[in-house]
């Protein structure tokens, strides 16, 4: 196994290491680890977990650790670490630490046991700025942002050349009323990341998204996601569509399902990009068409029924609220907040007179279509004359190797998730502008 995994990790370790171009390159990693406290030791007694043994928690970190410091990635993102364990914590400090990491750690709110830990390596960058991002929701999820700079001979196109990194975990949707948080969860990811940026003025820089994101590539997040710009780096290096979504897996769960979660984003400075709010505004419609699709409405039916009693040709705020309640998206502590709502309202009134008739219903609710997004040719950013540093994907590998295919191997017992890195390649290329 560790021959395959040599393919990437030695690929990407040392300056020395260069690709077609005799460019460095640079590599990330994410991985959910499965907290002890989590990890079910007997399916006949779900109360029986790992944490309760010492020797089987402590030799499965220890591999764990194994792996990341043969693969050695510039950048680990980690997820279930189990923060709430000193032992634990000191283990991993300790030793990414020797290797020449410097290590940030997030718990999760209201003490739940586990978090986040962040390393990057000191031979690839500097850490400008770390910020913690706690969403204070019902899954008490948080998320990490790491502002880096490269260092030498990894900066090699500017002296300054920075990237912004987000490590987090989104809520598992246990039921339906939870697919909204996820989806309120990256809105504020991406407000934050967006806000900071403003705040200390940054130039356009490559963004990372990564971690476990409990959605798979036909969800609601990864749409959002992909409307703002954002690439799946996995899918960009194998060269799959956003329709590709049976191609590999990445995470066995608790209920038995395989599926593709964890991964790892990536928002180049020549990407088009949609006003973050209009692209919010959008998932949530995307999320109100799907529901009501799966009932069987046609435009017509749907229409009807956002009129709710109200006689005349057209939607009003009130019947909208109500339909917002009646398909579960708002009325309970994880829905849709007031705000939301008069954001979602001005979006749909596109005359702005209080009403929303059947055209603009058609044109921002309905028959809204998902663009797909893609890189911006030269022919099209003629007009930016402004030069900047993103990433080429060189390549990306899931561990262990069976996940590549669709297929979840029997004996595989270092997590209920795979391990998924990429390589990086600094290249030049022009800035884009935020599309409304």
Not at 262 to 270: G, S
Not at 295 to 319: C, P, R
Not at 339 to 344: A, C
Request: hydrophobic share 35%; net charge neutral.
């Amino acid at each position: 196994m560790k021959g395959r995994i040599s393919k990437i990790g030695s690929y990407a370790i040392s300056s020395s290491i260069k690709d077609h171009h005799q460019q460095p390159c640079i590599s990330c990693t994410t991985f959910n680890i499965l907290a002890p406290i989590y990890k079910r030791l007997s399916p006949k007694d779900q109360s029986i977990r790992e944490s309760d043994n010492r020797a089987y928690w402590m030799g499965r970190n220890h591999r764990i650790i194994d792996w990341l410091l043969y693969e050695r990635s510039s950048i680990i993102c980690l997820q279930e670490f189990w923060v709430g364990n000193e032992e634990l914590v000191s283990l991993y400090e300790k030793r990414l630490g020797d290797a020449g990491y410097l290590c940030y750690k997030l718990g999760r709110t209201n003490n739940r046991g586990d978090g986040l830990l962040t390393a990057v390596h000191k031979d690839y960058f500097r850490v400008v700025n770390s910020r913690d991002l706690l969403f204070n929701d019902c899954g008490d999820r948080v998320a990490q942002l790491l502002h880096v700079e490269l260092v030498p001979p990894y900066s090699q196109y500017e002296s300054h050349q920075q990237v912004l990194i987000v490590n987090t975990h989104l809520l598992f949707p246990h039921d339906s009323t939870l697919s909204i948080v996820r989806l309120q969860q990256v809105y504020k990811i991406l407000q934050y990341v967006e806000s900071y940026q403003k705040e200390v003025d940054l130039s356009p820089m490559p963004i990372m998204l990564c971690g476990d994101w409990n959605g798979s590539k036909r969800g609601h997040v990864y749409k959002f996601l992909r409307s703002q710009g954002f690439v799946s780096s996995y899918d960009t290096a194998h060269r799959y569509t956003d329709s590709d979504a049976h191609k590999w897996v990445s995470h066995r769960n608790h209920r038995g399902n395989i599926c593709a979660v964890d991964f790892i984003w990536l928002l180049n400075p020549n990407r088009y990009r949609k006003l973050l709010k209009t692209s919010w505004s959008e998932a949530v419609f995307g999320m109100f068409r799907y529901l009501l699709r799966r009932a069987s409405q046609t435009a017509e039916d749907a229409f009807a029924f956002l009129k709710t009693d109200n006689d005349g040709d057209y939607i009003t705020f009130m019947g909208f609220c109500e339909t917002l309640r009646q398909l579960n998206l708002t009325g309970h502590c994880n829905g849709l907040t007031t705000k939301e709502i008069k954001d979602l309202w001005i979006q749909a009134d596109i005359d702005g007179n209080g009403l929303v008739d059947y055209k603009e219903f058609q044109q921002r609710i309905w028959n809204q279509n998902w663009s797909e997004q893609r890189d911006i040719e030269d022919g099209e950013a003629k007009g930016s004359k402004e030069q900047t540093v993103g990433f080429s994907v060189k390549n990306a590998v899931l561990f262990p190797p069976e996940v590549e295919k669709g297929r979840w191997p029997e004996n595989y017992s270092l997590s209920d998730h795979a391990r998924l890195t990429v390589v990086f390649s600094p290249i030049r290329m022009p800035c884009s502008q935020l599309v409304s």
